[in-house]
């Protein structure tokens, strides 16, 4: 039995933050301020967050449920806690800052749909929510599932998507202070929750037809962002997740 994820659930409870006090005011002020090239980058970029993060919250149930070991249920739990946080972020920044038409978060996020780009849309509406069904269905499932969820989708898609938007809010011509220290809190729990996974993977007997196919799904699934994230980017982030599999005690053949 795989025991011994309580650590996560203490580490998760000291990094709690509060995205309702974050302060947007000066954020508010500089987005009609800056370059339409700088706008467009950070709104495609806030879309996919948008969807990204509602989509990941609503799918950790069934991970939660097909744990058997309880502090690893207990670590889903203060996940599920921190991605609905970051959904609630991201809602914010596009309410707030960006001026996202919408009476609600569901309106607004259906409003940002159509810039996220049919790909991301797909891999975290699509893809990740059938994910979740099969995991119901089979609770042996639940490494294979983290492979995606925790290696794939956190370890490269939205590792490399926050690295861009860090990149960019570091060289956008007026400073947005609220989205940034949210970002670098996001950035801070996502990387709690891929050391979770990390773990989950490595105590787990993976095959080499399992290692190729979440090397490859890293490879493919990292495209979503199409233009928004540089070639550099998405090969740092291929590169550590390369890295990570081989520190979870995963060989490649
Ligand atoms: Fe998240
Ligand atoms: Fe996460």
Same mark, same amino acid.
């Given at each position: 039995?795989?025991?011994?994820?309580?650590?996560? /659930?203490?580490?998760a409870?000291s990094l709690?933050w509060?995205?309702?006090a974050i302060?947007?005011?000066?954020d @508010? &002020?500089?987005?009609?301020?800056?370059?339409d090239?700088?706008?467009? $980058?950070?709104?495609?970029?806030?879309a996919?967050?948008?969807v990204? *993060?509602?989509?990941?919250?609503?799918?950790?149930?069934?991970?939660?449920?097909a744990?058997?070991?309880?502090?690893?249920? *207990?670590?889903?739990?203060?996940?599920?806690?921190?991605?609905?946080?970051? %959904? @609630?972020?991201f809602?914010?920044?596009?309410?707030?800052v /960006?001026g996202v038409?919408? *009476?609600?978060?569901?309106e607004? $996020?259906?409003a940002?749909r159509?810039? %996220?780009?049919?790909?991301?849309?797909?891999?975290?509406?699509? $893809?990740?929510?059938?994910? %979740?069904?099969?995991?119901?269905?089979?609770?042996?499932?639940?490494t294979? &599932?983290?492979?995606?969820?925790?290696?794939?989708?956190?370890?490269v898609v939205?590792v490399?998507?926050?690295?861009a938007?860090?990149?960019?809010?570091?060289? =956008?011509? =007026?400073?947005?202070?609220g989205?940034?220290?949210?970002?670098e809190?996001?950035?801070?729990?996502?990387r709690?929750?891929i050391g979770?996974?990390?773990?989950?993977v490595?105590?787990a %007997?993976?095959?080499?037809?399992?290692?190729?196919a979440?090397?490859?799904?890293?490879?493919t699934?990292a495209?979503?962002?199409?233009?928004l994230?540089?070639p *550099?980017?998405?090969?740092?982030a291929? @590169?550590?997740?390369?890295?990570?599999?081989?520190? &979870?005690?995963?060989?490649?053949?």
């Amino acid at each position: 039995m795989i025991t011994g994820y309580g650590h996560f /659930v203490q580490l998760a409870a000291s990094l709690q933050w509060d995205e309702k006090a974050i302060d947007f005011s000066a954020d @508010r &002020a500089a987005w009609p301020l800056l370059e339409d090239a700088e706008s467009a $980058r950070l709104h495609g970029l806030i879309a996919g967050f948008v969807v990204a *993060e509602t989509s990941v919250a609503g799918s950790l149930n069934s991970y939660r449920a097909a744990a058997t070991d309880p502090s690893m249920k *207990e670590t889903f739990r203060a996940q599920s806690r921190d991605e609905a946080r970051h %959904a @609630r972020f991201f809602d914010r920044v596009a309410s707030e800052v /960006v001026g996202v038409a919408g *009476e609600t978060p569901t309106e607004r $996020r259906d409003a940002l749909r159509t810039c %996220a780009g049919p790909e991301l849309v797909d891999l975290f509406e699509v $893809r990740l929510p059938a994910t %979740a069904r099969r995991l119901a269905e089979d609770p042996a499932g639940l490494t294979a &599932a983290v492979g995606l969820y925790h290696m794939v989708i956190e370890g490269v898609v939205l590792v490399a998507g926050q690295h861009a938007m860090l990149d960019a809010l570091e060289a =956008v011509s =007026v400073p947005l202070p609220g989205v940034r220290r949210g970002m670098e809190l996001v950035l801070r729990d996502e990387r709690w929750h891929i050391g979770f996974g990390s773990r989950i993977v490595q105590t787990a %007997a993976i095959g080499p037809d399992q290692t190729e196919a979440m090397l490859e799904l890293g490879r493919t699934a990292a495209r979503v962002w199409g233009d928004l994230i540089t070639p *550099e980017a998405l090969e740092t982030a291929m @590169r550590q997740h390369r890295r990570r599999l081989t520190t &979870a005690g995963i060989k490649f053949w």
